[in-house]
């Protein structure tokens, strides 16, 4: 059933929820648990106010960029690295759509007209989510832990640590093949240590690939662990 959802969402505004998905995804995400996933896609978009008053809040954590700025992809790719931490750490809900074609930079000014698809996260999946960043970018492994705990994928940390990357994170650049190299692993350890995902990672895979697609077609290192800091203030 889901897999035939996704095949209808081809040529659609939700097409680029999709573009991470493989086979073994469907294995490891409980179906009742994606319906509820999609139900709340589809009743957030079908109510353009809720999304308005989404995008309003997420487009005050847009960093500011100078005209010489905008014209420097890695500006540009740290302002959109920060926008993707600031929106999980300081809401409860992300608009997904940070891919290159969602903005528009000027001398000076940065516009975001994103497609209007939002997620409001559930509790606590987000707190585990964070506990994982926070985890990761602030070299704590026991809040890194914490998070895999929460979320039962304590096997897939080696995982998670190859999501995230190697080294201090200062220069690294983005590939989209990567990050769906990696998901899938993610997935893989959960097909073989017979757990599930929470249903949330298809949001979580959603955003992350507009995000990825968005900072690969800049073609510069960018300073990831720099802009998480910038963002929460570390």
């Given at each position: 059933m889901i897999?035939?959802l996704?095949?209808?969402?081809?040529?659609?505004?939700?097409?680029?929820?999709?573009g991470?998905?493989?086979?073994?995804?469907?294995?490891?995400?409980?179906t009742?648990?994606?319906?509820r996933v999609?139900?709340?896609?589809?009743?957030?978009y079908?109510?353009p106010?809720?999304?308005?008053?989404?995008?309003?809040?997420a487009?005050?954590?847009v960093?500011?960029?100078?005209?010489?700025?905008?014209?420097?992809?890695?500006?540009?790719?740290?302002a959109?690295?920060?926008?993707?931490?600031?929106?999980?750490?300081?809401?409860?809900?992300a608009?997904l759509?940070?891919?290159?074609?969602?903005f528009?930079?000027?001398?000076g000014?940065?516009?975001?007209?994103?497609?209007p698809?939002?997620?409001?996260?559930?509790a606590?999946?987000?707190?585990?989510?964070?506990?994982?960043?926070?985890?990761?970018?602030?070299d704590?492994e026991?809040?890194?832990?914490?998070?895999?705990?929460a979320?039962?994928?304590?096997?897939?940390?080696?995982a998670?640590k190859?999501h995230?990357?190697?080294?201090?994170?200062?220069?690294?650049t983005?590939?989209?093949?990567?990050?769906k190299?990696?998901?899938q692993?993610i997935?893989?350890?959960c097909?073989?240590?017979?757990?599930?995902?929470?249903?949330?990672?298809?949001?979580?895979?959603a955003?992350?690939?507009?995000?990825?697609?968005?900072?690969?077609?800049?073609?510069?290192?960018?300073?990831?662990?720099?802009?998480f800091d910038?963002a929460?203030?570390?």
């Amino acid at each position: 059933m889901i897999q035939t959802l996704f095949k209808s969402l081809r040529g659609t505004d939700w097409e680029l929820l999709t573009g991470f998905v493989s086979p073994a995804f469907f294995d490891v995400v409980p179906t009742l648990g994606m319906a509820r996933v999609f139900g709340k896609l589809v009743k957030d978009y079908a109510n353009p106010a809720e999304f308005e008053k989404a995008l309003k809040k997420a487009r005050k954590t847009v960093p500011r960029l100078s005209a010489a700025e905008c014209d420097d992809p890695m500006a540009r790719g740290r302002a959109v690295l920060e926008l993707y931490f600031r929106q999980i750490f300081d809401f409860d809900a992300a608009v997904l759509d940070v891919r290159a074609s969602a903005f528009e930079f000027k001398p000076g000014k940065v516009t975001w007209s994103p497609k209007p698809i939002y997620y409001e996260w559930d509790a606590k999946f987000l707190a585990a989510l964070r506990q994982l960043y926070g985890g990761f970018y602030r070299d704590d492994e026991v809040e890194f832990r914490a998070g895999l705990a929460a979320l039962d994928l304590e096997h897939a940390k080696d995982a998670f640590k190859a999501h995230f990357g190697s080294g201090d994170q200062s220069a690294v650049t983005f590939s989209l093949a990567a990050f769906k190299k990696s998901f899938q692993a993610i997935f893989e350890s959960c097909k073989k240590n017979k757990t599930r995902l929470h249903p949330d990672f298809f949001a979580l895979g959603a955003y992350l690939l507009c995000l990825y697609e968005h900072l690969e077609a800049l073609e510069v290192p960018l300073d990831v662990r720099g802009a998480f800091d910038a963002a929460t203030h570390a």
